[in-house]
DNA sequence: CTGGGGACGGGGCCC
DNA sequence: AGGGCCCCGTCCCCA
């Protein structure tokens, strides 16, 4: 019996593409996906070792490497902050994953360099012989145009991998061709016609349809169907909880129990 | 309301 | 270079 997700709404169509609506066409993943269809289209994978996954790091929020938005992290302006899901807000460099409680390195090192170009940019009166090929800013000295390339057009010229979709960049064509496919969703289900970017997202939905649950927890009988959703389920073996409030050091096996939690009033109220 | 499960997205690493 | 896989994470739903 299906149940609701699979019908699964989304409020923002801007962020999850209709399916139905895309404009390029979809091709359909390899048959070697169904083959046997009773039979996994990935090897059946070993019983993962608890110790792999036994966490031993007690994260809190102020600690984490790779904390979602905190609430003082607004989303950049132009980019809707309705958003249902909570995204970074598209980096000039998306190639590089900084981790969104802090800025960017690349993108504060390239604002600083505008400012440090805007002092340097000779007026309009003086003698502008040197040309910059790329956006036409004129110098009046070799050196001027010279550090302008260097700093500006050339490292510009580099991100020449645009999304025809949206805006990112990338700095090579695979990072950019990996990235449109999460709009083009070239692999589709053909069982309820789904559509998914990578052919191991539609092997995980082809397993909500065939029941497959193959990764084992090895401290109870159950099973899953996701290898992420077994290491979620092993933080409620451990006594320690991987994400704690640091205000009443209550752990939480999950880091969005954690944000409820202290949303909820913990930190407010000690 | 809270905790947990299901489904899925996307970057990085490895081969 | 590109595909497969892992890991981390989010969102939604339900008990």
């Known amino acids: 019996m299906p149940r609701s997700f699979l019908v699964k709404k989304h409020f923002n169509s ?4 209709n399916y139905s609506e895309l404009d390029s066409p979809t091709v359909f993943i390899s048959p070697y996906l169904y083959k046997s269809f009773s039979v996994p289209a ?3 994978p070993e019983v ?3 110790v792999a996954y036994n966490p031993i790091t007690v994260w809190t929020t102020s600690s984490l490497p790779l904390s979602p938005l905190p609430s003082d992290l ?3 302006s132009g980019y809707p902050s309705s958003l249902g899901r909570v995204s970074p807000p598209p980096l000039s460099d998306t190639s590089s994953k900084a981790p969104s409680g802090s800025a960017s390195p690349v993108s504060d090192g390239d604002e600083r360099l505008h400012a440090k170009l805007s002092e340097t ?3 309009a009166a003086e003698a502008e012989k040197f040309q910059c090929a790329l956006c ?8 001027g145009l010279l550090k ?3 700093l500006h057009c050339d490292a510009q010229a580099r991100k020449s991998f645009s999304c025809k979709y949206c805006e990112k960049e990338y700095v090579s064509l695979g990072a950019l061709k990996m990235h449109i496919r999460t709009h083009t969703l070239p692999c589709v289900c053909k069982i309820c016609g789904k559509a998914f970017s990578r052919p ?6 082809i397993r909500t349809h065939t029941g497959e649950k193959p990764f084992s927890c090895p401290h109870c009988s159950r099973a899953f169907a996701d290898r992420s959703n077994l290491r979620a389920h092993l933080q409620t073996h451990s006594d320690v909880k991987k994400y704690q409030c640091k205000n009443c050091s209550k752990t939480f096996s999950r880091m969005s129990l954690l944000h409820k939690h202290e949303e909820s009033g913990c930190c407010v109220a000690h």
């Open 14 to 17: 801007a962020k999850k593409p």
């Open 42 to 44: 990935i090897p059946q």
């Open 48 to 50: 993962l070792s608890s």
């Open 74 to 76: 607004s989303p950049v």
């Open 121 to 123: 940019e000779p007026h």
């Open 136 to 143: 036409n800013k004129s110098y009046s000295t070799y050196s």
């Open 148 to 150: 302008h390339k260097q």
């Open 200 to 205: 191991w997202l539609l092997q995980g939905h």
